[in-house]
């Protein structure tokens, strides 16, 4: 078995863990980072001297990625901005290069289609990164749904409490935008931070290992509190899939506390209960109790071995793909259709100071305990008692195929 030689685009912000990820993984014999682009060499140079002392090839641009590394080069990790994603996809596919692209996929169905579009037409493949559905538990859950052990899922939920401080949208020029570089990137918390929660649940309904479920309709509310941002920051969606399973979601990057996600999966026969450190406990109607972990499997390191592997033709299916991640994509663009704008929060309920951290924070007082009940309630924010929520409505997503808020 040869290793299988990768390159990253990019060594800031995420494109720093891409290259830890694989340089920790190429102890186990099965990878090596081979090839890094630098745009930036000057004010990288000394990341640029490490890398080319460990006999790592260091380009310039993409584009002489693409032409010159064919004989080092198997897989290309892209860790790139939202808006870039399906285009440098496509042009590494059909340069004859397997991808690893990072989450979310696209910001448009157009794009996702034409991802797999691409991928048929050229023999490649591209994975998508979302790390928890290469996750043990995750996976063990959808086992056990298929297997009939839950019985019929009536309904998914999940919620979390992100805050987000002005560093956070400073650190690049499309964080909390929803329209950059002339091209969409709709960088609300469903579709960036939080977007892996979403794509669990609409992956767990699915009806085969490796198939998403496909959505009927979606309703969404989308808020923003930031004074000085123009994405969303404060959501919720509800969606039905086409075999009657709702799905709930609510985050905010304006919390009073921190809290990690949480998931609630609930079947005819019992429940589950999962949470971001991959806790989960299964409690059955007849009274049996089930507990797991992931026992040690780091999913972001499996995203790296699942690529590797796939490529070795050591397995037939990637767990995350253009194919099943287009129903995510499709809830995201629903969203959207159903909110028909970011409505903000009124500014005398928004409180907006420099923390103890010295972080710059906004904070929505309240927000916690009105999130909680929507989770609980299994309704959205505009169902509650809220001045400042506005109803949404439902948009059938069935034989969705394009997605343009412009119109």
């Known amino acids: 078995m040869s290793e299988v030689g990768f390159a990253v685009v990019g060594v800031r912000n995420f494109a720093g863990s891409y290259l830890r990820n694989i340089e920790e993984l190429e102890a186990e014999g099965k990878m090596k980072l081979t090839a890094v682009v630098v745009n930036d060499q000057v004010n990288n140079a000394d990341k640029v001297r490490e890398l080319r002392h460990k006999g790592i090839a260091i380009y310039s641009s993409y584009e002489s990625l693409l032409k010159e590394a064919k004989a080092c080069v198997d897989v290309i990790g892209l860790p790139v901005s939202i808006p870039t994603h399906a285009e440098m996809a496509i042009k590494g596919m059909k340069a004859g290069y397997n991808i690893l692209l990072e989450k979310p996929p696209a910001p448009t169905v157009q794009e996702i289609d034409a991802m797999i579009k691409t991928e048929k037409e050229t023999g490649r493949f591209c994975s998508i990164g979302f790390q928890y559905i290469h996750s043990h538990t995750i996976r063990k859950i959808k086992q056990f749904i298929l297997e009939g052990k839950l019985g019929e899922i009536k309904e998914i939920a999940a919620k979390g409490f992100w805050p987000r401080f002005k560093s956070y949208y400073d650190r690049n020029d499309w964080a909390g935008k929803s329209v950059a570089m002339g091209q969409l990137v709709l960088d609300g918390p469903m579709h960036n931070a939080f977007a892996h929660y979403l794509n669990n649940m609409i992956f767990l309904a699915g009806q085969s290992m490796h198939s998403s479920a496909q959505l009927k309709r979606v309703r969404a509310e989308l808020y923003r509190g930031h004074s000085y941002i123009e994405a969303d920051d404060n959501s919720c969606l509800e969606a039905e899939t086409t075999t009657g399973t709702k799905i709930y979601f609510y985050v905010t990057h304006i919390p009073e506390e921190k809290r990690d996600p949480v998931m609630e999966i609930i079947g005819t026969k019992g429940k589950i209960s999962w949470k971001m450190n991959e806790e989960t406990k299964i409690e059955l109607n007849d009274g049996e109790v089930i507990e797991f972990d992931n026992e040690g499997l780091d999913p972001k390191k499996e995203v790296f071995r699942i690529a590797a592997d796939k490529h070795l033709s050591l397995i037939e299916d990637l767990y995350c793909t253009p194919e099943n991640t287009r129903n995510f994509v499709v809830a995201i663009n629903g969203a959207y259709d159903s909110a028909e704008k970011i409505k903000a929060v009124p500014q005398n309920l928004i409180k907006e ?31 509650l008692d809220l001045d400042w929520a506005v109803k949404s409505k439902w948009v059938n997503v069935e034989n969705y195929t394009a997605f343009n808020p412009f119109n």
Do not use: C, M
């Open 353 to 383: 100071f420099e923390n103890e951290a010295g972080e710059y924070q906004t904070v929505l007082p309240g927000i916690d305990e009105k999130i909680d009940q929507a989770f609980a309630e299994r309704k959205l924010l505009s169902d």
